[in-house]
């Protein structure tokens, strides 16, 4: 197992690469990258970005434009016709585009070795320190999704597998289709026109995860009002992911009750609740506990997204898709390789726990 862990730490390193280079790639050919958003703000708000100009814009905090320059000359950036080239220059200067492409994506990927994401363009603060403070956030709404994901889906789906055919299983069937079909963020909305004063009842708190004057309540009142703002945003996760868990306990079961040792242990008479929880269980469950850490990153990185700008939720998703929208691009690479370090790594403790449940896997002789 060791050789196998070994194996699998080198080879993060040309996928981390390789990610990077994607969309390090793909974010030189999207239009209105900072410089031109500057250029529209300097345009149509001479005042502010000029005030703005003179701290930092996420580059040299020492670095001034001077808008006395702004005559003449053309440019390549869209909306920046009768701009001088010097001025221009200066732009490119202070977010780093004066350098080439690739020297650009070298001194990257060396920052990236020590941790060193950057500085945010526009909020004047080092890339991982905003990482570390939204990532709080993103964790806490992903680990109790998926911890009540299993906590009903795990029970649901082996009353599934031992009541199959029945009335039950075709009712509760139908929930998990319904759940199956409809993202979360439709159940985000549906669950706020409910029950946060959309339409019908006005029982949970719109947006954030907590009160005005939370620092001032009990530490009993604090874990309350947290728990009061989680429950729409958790509720819309769950109902959207207890879906697939559910159906893949019952089809493990299902294979797992059809097995001649079942057949065996049932002939020596023991009890149908011994056969089940004490042989059956720990073969079929090896899959479902196996797969929580996948299960935990995929609501994590795909749940949190949507539901985090719906319910205003200041995680990395938020910080993600308002990245994306102000062109931060330090941001948006930092949060993704933070994201991509992350998957690599969970996916690695994956395996790991599949060895725990089942010791007769043997990873190290499959080829990697």
Not at 83 to 109: N, Q, S, T
Not at 178 to 193: C, D, H, N, R, T
Not at 237 to 250: P, R
Not at 325 to 345: E, Q, S, W
């Amino acid at each position: 197992m060791t050789t196998y862990i070994l194996k699998r730490l080198l080879l993060m390193l040309p996928t981390l690469f390789g990610i990077l280079l994607i969309s390090f790639v793909i974010i030189q050919f999207v239009p209105g990258g900072p410089v031109e958003r500057m250029i529209a703000e300097l345009q149509g708000h001479g005042t502010e970005a000029t005030a703005r100009f003179g701290g930092s814009a996420g580059g040299d905090s020492g670095a001034t434009v001077n808008m006395s320059q702004a005559t003449g000359g053309d440019s390549g950036y869209r909306g920046a016709q009768g701009l001088d080239p010097e001025f221009i220059a200066e732009l490119e200067a202070l977010y780093g585009f004066d350098k080439p492409a690739y020297e650009r994506f070298w001194i990257m990927l060396k920052n990236y070795t020590r941790f060193d994401l950057g500085q945010s363009y526009y909020r004047d603060v080092d890339v991982l320190d905003l990482v570390l403070e939204k990532m709080p956030v993103s964790i806490s709404l992903g680990l109790w999704s998926t911890i009540i994901i299993y906590l009903i889906s795990i029970p649901l789906g082996i009353k599934k597998a031992v009541r199959d055919g029945t009335a039950f299983d075709i009712w509760t069937s139908a929930a998990v289709f319904i759940g199956y079909a409809i993202p979360s963020f439709m159940f985000a909305i549906l669950l706020i026109v409910v029950f946060a004063g959309g339409r019908y009842f006005d029982l949970f708190p719109l947006r954030g995860l907590t009160s005005d004057g939370w620092e001032d309540m009990s530490l009993i009142g604090q874990m309350l009002d947290y728990a009061w703002h989680m429950v729409l945003p958790v509720a819309a996760m769950v109902i959207s992911g207890f879906a697939s868990l559910t159906l893949l306990t019952k089809n493990s079961f299902m294979d797992e009750i059809g097995k001649h040792y079942v057949l065996t242990a049932r002939a020596k008479g023991l009890s149908e609740r011994q056969v089940l929880y004490g042989h059956v269980f720990r073969n079929a469950m090896l899959i479902v506990i196996a797969g929580f850490p996948a299960a935990f990153i995929s609501i994590f990185f795909t749940g949190s997204l949507l539901i985090e700008v719906i319910f205003s939720l200041d995680g990395l998703g938020l910080l993600g898709y308002e990245s994306i929208i102000n062109r931060d691009y330090p941001v948006v690479l930092g949060t993704l390789y933070m994201f991509a370090l992350i998957g690599l790594i969970m996916t690695l403790v994956r395996d790991i726990v599949y060895v725990m449940v089942d010791p007769r896997i043997d990873f190290e002789a499959r080829v990697v």
